[in-house]
């Protein structure tokens, strides 16, 4: 089935090289690069682990003060005496 893809001039070039290089039309080069992205974004294998399934979450949050839990209502009265000060 056709379908116009709009590049830019940038990716454009990248496609044309790529294509030249690996001897390919633009359009194998373009199905290629689809069908990758698809599988980094398919629907995980139920036998993999949860590890497997969470690794590339683990590392990216960044944890508040290390005594937040024990200071959590401490916390939570200055908010709400903050709000009530708005007002």
Do not use: C
């Amino acid at each position: 089935m056709p379908t116009t893809v709009r590049l830019d001039p940038e990716t454009e070039a990248i496609v044309q090289r790529l294509a030249r290089k690996t001897g390919r039309t633009k359009s194998s080069v373009i199905r290629e690069a689809i069908l990758r992205l698809s599988e980094d974004h398919a629907e995980p294998n139920p036998g993999s682990t949860l590890y497997d399934r969470m690794a590339d979450l683990i590392g990216i949050g960044h944890g508040g003060p290390p005594d937040l839990a024990s200071r959590s209502e401490e916390i939570l009265r200055g908010l709400f005496a903050r709000r009530r000060g708005r007002r």
